[in-house]
């Protein structure tokens, strides 16, 4: 069995493990560097009240902690399942290098977790959406983005 094989193997078990325990959704992920297990995480929306406490998120801040930095490069993830969007947005902002998956959108989506919905807001435009998108100018606002174009000193990620 490869190592791939067996991080995969650990995603799926650590969600069996967290629905057993009645934390959260079937939803598993870790964060591997080098063949090592950096970071773990497992769905905690209900658990903690958070719709943002998605596996692959609490796996990448456990990271991010562990490692001292905000970019994951060099660094796999392996989900129990596809990412959702959020997740999906995450992983790139993190630099991961990798992704395995164990499962794709369908078998989520036929367990009752549905992404086509938020995949489809993406492509309308601002005043199409379920959730309004109202933008009301500032320029204040446009003040704050050229300070950080000209910050020397900044921290780009």
């Known amino acids: 069995m490869t190592n791939q094989q067996l991080f995969i193997r650990k995603a799926i078990k650590l969600a069996l493990e967290n629905i057993q325990a009645g934390k959260g959704g079937p939803f598993a992920a870790l964060i591997v560097k080098d ?5 773990s995480g497992t769905n905690l929306v209900t658990s903690l009240n958070d719709p943002t406490a998605h596996a ?5 801040r456990e990271a991010c902690k562990i490692l001292g930095t905000f970019r994951l ?31 794709i959108m369908q078998d989520a989506t036929d367990a009752g977790f549905d992404d086509a919905y938020i995949y489809s807001e993406f492509s309308k ?33």
């Open 73 to 103: 490069e060099g660094c796999e993830i392996y989900s129990s399942c596809e990412p959702c969007p959020m997740c999906l947005g995450a992983v790139y902002w993190a630099r991961l290098a990798k992704i395995y998956i164990a499962s």
């Open 35 to 39: 063949n090592t297990i950096i970071a």
């Open 56 to 60: 692959e998120i609490i796996a990448i």
């Open 125 to 157: 435009q601002i005043g199409e959406r379920k959730i309004p998108m109202v933008l009301l100018p500032q320029n204040e606002a446009l003040t704050v983005f050229k300070e950080w174009k000209e910050k020397k000193d900044k921290v780009r990620y």
